[in-house]
């Protein structure tokens, strides 16, 4: 790529104020804890939801599983608290047994029942090998899935939906509640049954079997989900991941048969074309075994704090004609939680100026030829861009490469900012204040005011508080600092200077945080159960949800306040988990025959802090982790320097031959070198050992979120000079 010499800072000079650092996502309601941070949330992240305190609701569990994450490691504010959350736990007189999935020996697997090395990108495998030893040993909580699941529904398979009772005459089309109305087969009287919300004492719903109804054969979800997994024995499992029988076994048997247990998802199974099936299949195992919203259970709703962690969007401006022109939206509508394009059409796009020609790039991420997929394409785009300016804290490799203004913002120790934290609100109050830096959240505002000022109509709308409350939304572009932190107080009775002199406010009692079962809480609208926000009402192990999301968009895709229809995806999204071997895979690949995976260290977080000395003492150079095995196969000794080569690129680390991986597979992480942005080669910051120049982004996408290979991937590893 070029070099952009020199790069503009502007000194931009905005209202005076206390800051709050950069817009953080509030704890995502996800149904499984700890997946925060990259693309995925699968369409049940709405619908069930989570909210986890290591403190609070987690002192009951007794078996956690974690697969893929390193829960000791992580950080101890926020809605992820694993590090403290475990250590207290295992510190009970009752202890805590663990499984831990991972291709790496982490502190965790250390201390852990089981550790399962598996081999990369096959996660989605082990889970529905889990799913059959479960289904087959009648491990289930079979009232839980009678009753609050949609296992025992009939399915459509031409509709591949849920099978409503007036399809088949059993209710009226124009009932209010026609389109929550069920079909079940009904053991007791051997027929087909509507079966009103929530449940039917009276009817004793099949859970397995194919039905006949005026001719045609209905399958129950559970058929269908025991179909989708029949090939997935311990056997054929333990085959593709690369694990012990025994073993895998004793870990069904810890996380099934000692409840109340959960699972602790990590970003692993997010980094491939299978995350939304990483997540069905994580989804699936916690309903089989009733482990949602009951002491203990790791999937919770408890009550949202008052004030606004994550001050949301102005998605309420966006038309219909905007959001179809979203760069890979139609296909990847699971991008609407965050309202993104797909990265590599909007590559593609660049390129190609196909269907458009994006012209402009305002970056605010970070060191994007560290952080981004395959980093090498990023010189034929940065090439293409008429302007790119770069909001960050310091100069990185994409500032001294692609930037032609900076903006420089805060850093997270220099700004204010609420954390919400299970039944207290925490104010982050600066420490420090170095240099000429400024609220993010600022900078955008006074750019769409300046837009605005310039005839721009949304602007003018993001700006205009009548308007947008006609849309439903009480969010107002603000002007200065402290017009957000009014943002952020929500209906809190404080203040923002006062809550801020408090530091932390307890906005609710322990006990009334604590609100278990709540989708039996009562509607006061119909008198009954509320259930979740699926189709069904019901946990859904067969999610229509997922199908109509790729037929609709919903239940995130919205114009001008209201919601919208999207034009279908080209093929179906799959309402039922299911295993593809990664494209690239060391079972068939004999030029490259390692699995190479990648992840996050304590030392660093993502692309920062690499430009500290006292950190990069500790460590200096990327570790290029590998079995004394494939070590000893390929040449390679311990602490000598390697390349790493895959089919994009060719970098190197030193190696660190350990016990404490998987065979035949290595990991690495996403190094960067600043000291080379002072020199004449400054693209040597990002080539020389940056995992990112291997991966993955073209190929296979997931259909639901359009993830690509970041992990799981083949390459080989060879000696190289000092």
Known sequence: GRRREPALQLAVSLHAGVGIAEHLRAGLRAVLPAAH????????????????????????????????????RRRSAGPSVWGRAIAELRAREQGLNMVVVDPRFTPDAAMADVWLPIRPGTDVALMMTWIRYIIENKLYDEDFCKRWTNLPYLIDTDTKKMLRAYEVGLGEADAEDAEKTFVVWDQKTNSAKALPWPYDEALDPAFFGTYEIDGVEYPTAFTLLQERVDEWTLEKGCEVCCLEKDQVEKAIRIYAENAPSGLVLGVATDMSPQSAQGTEGACILEFLLGNVEKPGALLQRFPDPPNKVDLGTMNTLVTGDMLEKRLGYREHKGL???????????????????????????????????????????????????????????????????????????????????????????????VVHLYETVNEGVIWSEIAHRCAELGNPFAQKAFDKEYLATLGTDLVYWRGQQEMMDFHMGSLPMSWDELAEMG??????????????????????????????TPSKKVEPYSEGTLMLGRTGEPWASAEGKSYVMPPADEDYDPLIYYLEPEETNLTDTEYPIMLTQGRIPHYHHGTLRNIPYLRELYPVPLVSIHPETAEK?????EQWVWVESRRGKVR????????????????????????????????????????????????????HGTYTLRGFTVKVDPAPE
Request: charged share 20%; proline share 6%; aromatic share 12%.
């Open 634 to 638: 390929y040449g390679v000794e311990d």
């Open 504 to 533: 932390a406010y307890e906005w609710i009692s322990k006990e009334d945080y604590l609100t278990y079962y709540t989708y039996k809480t009562i509607d006061p609208k119909t008198g009954k159960e509320k259930g979740w926000n």
């Open 37 to 72: 941070g990259h693309v995925l949330a699968h369409v049940r992240r709405q619908q069930v939801g989570h909210h986890v305190d290591g403190r609070f609701q987690v002192r009951r569990l007794f078996v956690a599983v974690l697969p893929g994450g390193q829960s000791s």
């Open 653 to 704: 680390g030193k190696a660190h031959v350990t016990a404490g991986i998987a065979k035949d597979a290595v990991h690495m992480e996403r190094f960067w070198n600043p000291e080379y942005l002072d020199t004449d080669t400054p693209s040597k910051a990002w080539t020389e050992m940056n995992v990112n120049i291997l991966t993955k982004t073209d190929g296979r996408y997931s259909p639901e």
């Open 336 to 430: 609407g939680i965050w309202s993104h394009a797909h990265i590599p059409t909007v590559f593609k796009a660049i390129t190609t100026g196909e269907p458009y020609q994006p012209r402009n790039w305002m970056e605010r991420s970070g060191n994007k030829h560290a952080m981004i997929g395959n980093a090498g394409q990023l010189s034929e785009i940065i090439d293409k861009m008429e302007m790119i300016c770069h909001l960050y804290m310091y100069p990185t490799a994409f500032t001294i490469e692609a930037a032609d203004y900076v903006l420089p913002t805060q850093e997270w120790l220099e700004s204010y900012f609420p954390i919400a934290h299970a039944n207290k609100i925490i104010i982050r109050q600066p």
